[in-house]
Structures are given as C-alpha cells and as structure tokens.
C-alpha cells in the first residue's frame, strides 16, 4: 500500500504546495477585511493564522515518523511543509504587531511582561534561522551543520504550543491537545522508540 502511495506521490511535485498555501490567509485577509469574521476581525485573524501554523507545523513533524513507521515517503515536501509554516507564523506576527498593538513601545512591553508573547516570541526566533537556511546552497554549504541547526523546530513546536496553552484564558483542551499531539510525534523520534518498532 505504502508503495502505491509513494508512487504516485513521486508524479505531484511541491511547486503546488506553495500556490495553495498562500490562498488561505489571502481568504483569511479578505474576510477580515470586508466584516466576515465577527466583532473582532484582527482576533479572529491573529487567532486563527497561528493556529493554521500549528497545523503546519504538526504535518511536517509527521513527515519522519509517517516514512519510518508506515513507509510514506513525504521528504519532498518538507521543505515546503517547514516555509509555509514560518510564512503562517510571520502573517500571525505581523497582524499582532500592525493591526493589533501598533506603538513600538506596547509591543516591546508586552514581549517583556506578558509570558506567552515572550514564549511565542522565542518559537518565532527558533524558526527564523530555519527558515533562512531551507535552501540546497545552505545545505551544500552547512553540511552536517544544516541537520544539527534544523532540530531547532523541535523546540520550536514545544514552544508554539505551549504559547497556544498560555494564551487561552482558563482551561481549554486544545491547546493541550496540540501539545500531546507534538510530544508524541518527537517522541516518535527517540532512537530507541524507532529500534523497537523495527523489530
């Protein structure tokens, strides 16, 4: 089944990925914009381009365990995986710093006293360099280097769900869901928990 699978993955290239991501925070815009998303349009926006992120997120974390475990070869698109996601995340901060906070003052305020902005803040700054360096020079280039910078995304996605827990108000199960969700998948990595599943 995982052979059939992969074979016809091998005909779709990632080029497609990028044009298609681009199209939800577009609409997201849009309906802001044009009184579609309530009472509290840059919210909802803030809101809900972070958590789009997330699930970006969670999908390129799948991508090792779905070919160790289940023989789903989806490495070709991670790199599109891991850029959409900084791209979901850099929309979810611009909107925060524009359209919501706005003085330079307040938003460094806030950065400093408020804990899941600083959080959400260290996410954004483990990303960055990650998403700098998703290219074949820096590969080429970086060498072992690439691999040991880009297990930065791991801490990166504790971080970016553990903002989601701090930023709900009072106890909400989602958030706490993306981060069982995002521990399992590193989990999932541990070279013993892979040793054991391959006997």
């Not at 779709?12 to 998303?37: D, E």
């Not at 958590?51 to 599109?80: D, F, K, M, Q």
């Not at 706005?102 to 600083?118: A, F, G, M």
């Not at 009072?170 to 391959?198: C, D, E, H, T």
Request: glycine content about 8%.
């Amino acid at each position: 089944m995982a052979q059939v699978v992969n074979t016809w993955l091998r005909r779709i290239p990632a080029w497609p990925l990028y044009v298609i991501g681009v199209l939800p925070p577009a609409w997201l815009l849009w309906a802001g914009f044009s009184g579609r998303l309530g009472f509290d349009p840059v919210k909802a926006m803030e809101h809900q381009m972070g958590e789009w992120g997330l699930w970006l997120l969670i999908a390129g974390l799948c991508v090792t365990p779905l070919r160790r475990y289940i023989g789903i070869n989806l490495l070709r698109y991670r790199r599109a995986l891991g850029l959409l996601t900084f791209f979901y995340i850099f929309c979810h901060l611009l909107i925060w710093l524009i359209l919501d906070v706005q003085i330079l003052s307040l938003i460094w305020e806030d950065i400093l006293r408020r804990p899941y902005i600083t959080v959400g803040m260290g996410a954004f700054a483990l990303m960055t360099p990650l998403a700098i360096t998703s290219n074949n020079l820096s590969i080429r280039k970086m060498g072992r280097n690439w691999r040991r910078l880009h297990k930065l995304v791991y801490g990166a996605a504790l971080l970016g769900a553990l903002h989601y827990i701090l930023l709900a108000k009072g106890f909400q199960l989602p958030p706490f869901i993306y981060m069982g969700v995002i521990i399992a998948l590193l989990l999932l990595r541990l070279p013993k928990v892979a040793k054991r599943r391959s006997h």
